[in-house]
């Protein structure tokens, strides 16, 4: 990825630019110490004055006031506010015209910044104060006041909180009076600049010490830069949170989110006092020192699946290459490219009007279709179809370009959803929520509507990021999630009326992925690689999930790497210096999760023997018990040397009838209750009884006795067998109330339990018999 540099012969201010702001995504307005406002239209590049200022305001910042989310008519900006070094502020329509300019500080306004709903303006000086304005320019509160002058500020993604400079300090200070103030040191000279992203919440700072560094919204250092020959004047996020900018003296710097660089460009500028990215996020202006306005175009991304890789080679074309045989195909574009995505056989396209689908089998025709808002912020793909998410809503299309749903649900901003928050496979949508973090909605892909009886997914902790497996039934999906305390966890998207359990399966892993061919998930663990082979076993049977592991050490990775893809079986890591390294994993469970799910036991046996790895026959252990066949659970079980679970086995195929064999296998994976009503519905009352029995469960069992006034000896024989081998009294007052004048006669028991065993047996052949007679039992 690179930046292209456009700059004019001769500038158009004849003194330095201090701010520049887009309307459109073709369209700037920039102000300068000249006293001039000028528009440029890129499209016909043109450039026309605005306004001119009266000879006693100099601009230093300025700012558009905020599109109305979701409102599709403003499709951009009409007003401004413009600081400026006479101590005020001036609300300035888009024609020019001062609607309104308000005393605001003791000295120069040095910035001023909207919240995102447009609601508050924040105002800060040389006089260290910062101050809260309503739309119309009413003070509403000064939140803070310090002895050195505030530089720069930024507003929190929930415009509750307000980010400002003092000094070398940087401080988060909430609206709400007696909240948490959180304040620290993050330069070794004074901070110029701040950026705080509304995606992906974390915030950039710039300054004189000649380093810009990037934290999370808890002060936590997460990069910084090597000092540069001049300090950093100027920082800002793109919109959707994936790039920062940074600028300097005769310096412009295109970086990751995580802070290494892309690109590095030395126009010849001046300082770059101030940066400013277009709303789709694909081109750059700076305000330049010596009165030129820089524009820089951001190209030349890289897409990869299997053997295609694809290339932005100019605004509106791209490079197609095959590396197997070396085809290359040019794919032009009506208007500019926007975003892009190459995944499951397909490369989904959306430029500024329109969106592209090209089948990876044929580049020439793509399917186009319009697109209902503008500008696409982010794409997602699964195997059957893609979802595109703008400014205003979610749209769910086919590959074949036909819409098929779009989910929504209360309070939902879409302008702040990333890949982190939103998954998506071939049957469900899954979002977390922005307002409640711990809250997941869950859509059917089909209609949009909410999930099964319509409850979202709640945790204890606020979720970071969410993933959903992409194959097998859609009763059997999963949703892998990690927390705010780094803790991975699984749980089933099925929802309806019972609670699903959330299950931990690891604790401090930072990144994750499934597999696109199968149920595997992998994830980077502290300093460890892992890859969970069968998720489900933790469903199944947990004492084996760690020997369902796939472990490696990680540490070649450096700090912080992240799981671009995990794609067949490779896994691609991006490390924090930004090179790619690629991981091959072994091919074998996804053929084991093939055989599996088109119940080809005999070959997953035979497959598992020829690889000879305690792995696959823990996998295949649980596969086989998740898909109830003991035979070849019996065989996976005794080759990884689990011999009381093979025993057990063995007891379950001797049993006499289907139910009690179904209930068993529900014991054998700890679903005590489901096991428990399996057997009531059969009509099995002393079965049911006898397992909570064998389990201690003394409570149920009584109840279940009493309630269907059966076995009431049998329970209170073997508690009382129970208690004498333990040397212990009887202190229950259910089972004192009960034994009371009852005579425990183990030889009627025995012949009652006789007599159950013989009963089950006579009913389960009797149904036996009258299916293959024919005849419904």
Request: glycine fraction near 6%; charge should be neutral; proline fraction near 3%.
């Given at each position: 990825?690179?930046?292209?540099?456009?700059l004019?012969?001769?500038?158009?201010?004849?003194?330095?630019?201090?701010?520049?702001?887009?309307?459109?995504?073709?369209?700037?307005?920039?102000?300068?110490?000249?006293?001039?406002?000028?528009?440029?239209?890129?499209?016909?590049?043109?450039?026309?004055?605005?306004v001119?200022?009266?000879?006693?305001?100099?601009?230093?910042?300025f700012?558009?006031?905020?599109?109305?989310?979701g409102?599709?008519?403003?499709?951009?900006?009409?007003?401004?506010?413009?600081?400026?070094?006479?101590?005020?502020?001036?609300?300035?329509?888009?024609?020019?015209?001062?609607?309104?300019?308000?005393?605001?500080?003791?000295?120069?306004?040095?910035?001023?910044?909207?919240?995102?709903?447009?609601?508050?303006?924040?105002?800060?000086?040389e006089?260290?104060?910062?101050?809260?304005?309503?739309?119309?320019?009413?003070?509403?509160?000064?939140?803070?006041q310090?002895?050195?002058?505030?530089?720069?500020?930024?507003?929190?993604?929930?415009?509750?909180?307000?980010?400002?400079?003092?000094?070398?300090?940087?401080?988060?200070?909430?609206?709400?009076?007696?909240?948490?103030?959180?304040?620290?040191?993050?330069?070794?000279?004074?901070?110029?600049k701040?950026?705080?992203?509304?995606?992906?919440?974390?915030?950039?700072?710039?300054?004189e010490?000649?380093?810009?560094?990037?934290?999370?919204?808890?002060?936590?250092?997460?990069?910084?830069?090597?000092?540069?020959?001049?300090?950093?004047?100027?920082?800002a996020?793109?919109?959707?949170?994936?790039?920062?900018?940074?600028?300097?003296?005769?310096?412009?710097?295109?970086?990751?989110k995580?802070?290494?660089?892309?690109?590095?460009?030395?126009?010849?500028?001046?300082?770059?006092?101030?940066?400013?990215?277009?709303?789709?996020?694909?081109?750059?202006?700076?305000?330049c020192?010596?009165?030129?306005?820089?524009?820089?175009h951001?190209?030349?991304?890289?897409?990869?699946?299997?053997?295609?890789?694809?290339?932005?080679?100019?605004?509106?074309?791209?490079?197609?290459?095959?590396?197997?045989?070396?085809?290359?195909?040019?794919?032009?574009?009506?208007?500019?490219?926007?975003k892009?995505?190459?995944n499951?056989?397909?490369?989904?396209v959306?430029?500024?009007?329109?969106?592209?689908?090209?089948?990876?089998?044929?580049?020439?025709?793509?399917?186009?279709?319009?697109?209902?808002?503008?500008?696409?912020?982010?794409?997602?793909?699964?195997?059957r179809?893609?979802?595109?998410?703008?400014?205003?809503?979610?749209?769910l299309?086919?590959?074949?370009g036909?819409?098929?749903?779009?989910?929504?649900?209360?309070?939902?901003?879409?302008?702040?959803?990333?890949?982190?928050?939103?998954?998506?496979?071939?049957?469900?949508?899954a979002?977390?929520?922005?307002?409640?973090?711990?809250?997941?909605?869950?859509?059917?892909?089909?209609?949009?509507?909410?999930?099964?009886?319509?409850?979202f997914?709640?945790?204890?902790?606020?979720?970071?990021?969410?993933?959903?497996?992409?194959?097998?039934?859609?009763?059997?999906?999963?949703?892998?999630?990690?927390?705010?305390?780094?803790?991975l966890?699984?749980?089933?998207?099925k929802?309806?009326?019972?609670?699903?359990?959330?299950?931990?399966l690891g604790?401090?892993?930072?990144?994750?992925?499934w597999?696109?061919?199968?149920?595997?998930?992998?994830?980077?663990?502290?300093?460890?690689?892992?890859?969970?082979?069968?998720?489900n076993?933790?469903?199944?049977?947990?004492?084996?999930?760690?020997?369902?592991?796939?472990?490696?050490?990680a540490?070649?990775?450096?700090?912080?790497?992240?799981?671009?893809?995990?794609?067949?079986?490779?896994?691609?890591?991006?490390?924090?210096?930004?090179?790619?390294v690629?991981?091959?994993?072994?091919?074998?469970?996804?053929?084991?999760?093939?055989?599996?799910?088109?119940?080809?036991?005999?070959?997953?046996?035979?497959?598992?023997?020829?690889?000879?790895?305690?792995?696959?026959?823990?996998?295949?252990?649980?596969m086989?018990?998740?898909?109830?066949?003991?035979?070849?659970?019996?065989?996976?079980?005794?080759?990884?040397?689990e011999?009381?679970?093979?025993?057990?086995?063995?007891?379950?195929?001797?049993?006499?009838?289907?139910?009690?064999?179904?209930?068993?296998?529900?014991?054998?994976?700890?679903?005590?209750?489901?096991?428990?009503?399996?057997?009531?519905?059969?009509?099995?009352?002393?079965?049911?009884?006898?397992i909570?029995?064998?389990?201690?469960n003394?409570?149920?069992?009584?109840?279940?006795a009493?309630?269907?006034?059966?076995?009431?000896?049998?329970?209170?024989?073997?508690?009382?067998k129970?208690?004498?081998?333990?040397?212990?009294?009887?202190?229950?007052?259910?089972?004192?109330?009960?034994?009371?004048?009852?005579?425990?006669?183990?030889?009627?028991?025995?012949?009652?339990?006789?007599?159950?065993?013989?009963?089950?047996?006579?009913?389960?052949?009797?149904?036996?018999?009258?299916?293959?007679?024919?005849?419904?039992?």
């Amino acid at each position: 990825m690179r930046l292209k540099i456009t700059l004019l012969k001769e500038p158009k201010h004849q003194e330095l630019v201090s701010c520049v702001g887009w309307t459109t995504a073709e369209e700037l307005y920039s102000c300068s110490d000249d006293h001039q406002i000028v528009k440029w239209n890129l499209l016909t590049s043109e450039t026309t004055q605005i306004v001119k200022l009266p000879d006693d305001i100099y601009p230093i910042d300025f700012h558009w006031f905020p599109k109305s989310l979701g409102v599709k008519k403003q499709t951009q900006a009409e007003s401004f506010v413009l600081t400026s070094s006479d101590g005020k502020f001036h609300l300035i329509s888009k024609l020019g015209r001062v609607e309104k300019s308000i005393e605001a500080h003791c000295g120069a306004v040095l910035a001023g910044r909207w919240n995102y709903e447009g609601t508050a303006l924040v105002t800060v000086g040389e006089d260290g104060q910062i101050k809260i304005w309503s739309k119309t320019g009413m003070l509403r509160s000064t939140l803070a006041q310090q002895g050195t002058p505030v530089y720069s500020v930024a507003w929190g993604p929930d415009s509750e909180k307000v980010l400002y400079t003092a000094g070398k300090q940087l401080i988060i200070k909430p609206l709400q009076p007696n909240a948490k103030v959180l304040q620290w040191k993050a330069h070794d000279g004074i901070i110029l600049k701040v950026d705080w992203n509304s995606v992906n919440d974390l915030i950039l700072s710039a300054g004189e010490d000649c380093k810009y560094k990037v934290w999370d919204s808890y002060g936590r250092p997460l990069y910084n830069s090597q000092p540069h020959e001049h300090p950093i004047t100027s920082v800002a996020w793109a919109p959707d949170g994936e790039l920062f900018a940074v600028g300097s003296f005769h310096t412009l710097r295109l970086c990751d989110k995580t802070g290494w660089s892309y690109a590095l460009e030395k126009p010849n500028t001046g300082s770059i006092f101030n940066i400013a990215w277009s709303i789709d996020g694909t081109q750059i202006a700076g305000a330049c020192g010596n009165g030129h306005v820089v524009f820089a175009h951001v190209v030349e991304q890289h897409w990869e699946w299997k053997n295609f890789q694809v290339t932005l080679t100019k605004r509106r074309a791209m490079q197609v290459r095959n590396v197997l045989n070396d085809a290359v195909d040019l794919l032009e574009f009506r208007d500019r490219v926007i975003k892009a995505s190459l995944n499951y056989a397909h490369l989904v396209v959306s430029t500024s009007l329109q969106c592209y689908v090209f089948s990876t089998k044929n580049w020439n025709t793509p399917i186009i279709f319009d697109l209902k808002e503008g500008t696409v912020s982010l794409i997602l793909q699964a195997e059957r179809h893609f979802l595109l998410v703008d400014g205003s809503s979610i749209y769910l299309y086919s590959y074949e370009g036909r819409f098929i749903s779009s989910p929504k649900f209360p309070g939902m901003r879409t302008d702040i959803l990333n890949a982190q928050t939103v998954s998506l496979s071939n049957d469900t949508i899954a979002i977390r929520d922005k307002a409640d973090e711990k809250i997941i909605f869950l859509f059917e892909a089909s209609t949009g509507k909410p999930l099964g009886d319509g409850k979202f997914l709640s945790h204890k902790n606020e979720i970071l990021e969410i993933a959903l497996d992409q194959k097998g039934l859609t009763n059997d999906r999963k949703i892998a999630f990690i927390d705010k305390n780094r803790d991975l966890c699984i749980t089933s998207v099925k929802r309806f009326g019972k609670e699903e359990q959330i299950i931990k399966l690891g604790t401090m892993v930072h990144t994750l992925a499934w597999n696109d061919t199968c149920n595997i998930l992998c994830g980077l663990q502290d300093t460890r690689f892992i890859v969970w082979y069968y998720p489900n076993t933790v469903y199944v049977d947990r004492d084996i999930l760690p020997k369902t592991l796939y472990e490696r050490d990680a540490s070649e990775f450096s700090k912080n790497p992240h799981i671009v893809s995990f794609v067949g079986n490779q896994v691609t890591i991006r490390r924090a210096d930004g090179s790619l390294v690629h991981i091959s994993i072994s091919p074998y469970p996804a053929i084991l999760h093939e055989y599996v799910s088109s119940s080809k036991w005999e070959d997953a046996v035979r497959l598992c023997r020829f690889v000879k790895e305690q792995t696959m026959w823990a996998c295949l252990a649980a596969m086989a018990v998740a898909n109830r066949d003991m035979t070849t659970a019996e065989i996976a079980y005794a080759a990884i040397g689990e011999i009381d679970k093979v025993q057990y086995i063995n007891s379950i195929k001797s049993l006499p009838s289907k139910e009690s064999k179904m209930a068993h296998i529900l014991l054998f994976s700890g679903n005590i209750q489901e096991a428990e009503i399996v057997l009531l519905q059969a009509g099995l009352v002393y079965q049911a009884i006898q397992i909570n029995i064998n389990l201690y469960n003394w409570e149920r069992a009584l109840e279940l006795a009493v309630k269907y006034k059966t076995h009431v000896d049998t329970v209170l024989a073997y508690r009382q067998k129970f208690l004498e081998t333990f040397g212990k009294q009887e202190t229950n007052k259910r089972y004192l109330h009960y034994a009371e004048g009852l005579q425990i006669d183990w030889e009627k028991i025995k012949a009652k339990i006789e007599m159950e065993i013989t009963k089950e047996r006579e009913q389960s052949s009797s149904s036996q018999s009258s299916k293959s007679m024919g005849v419904k039992p």
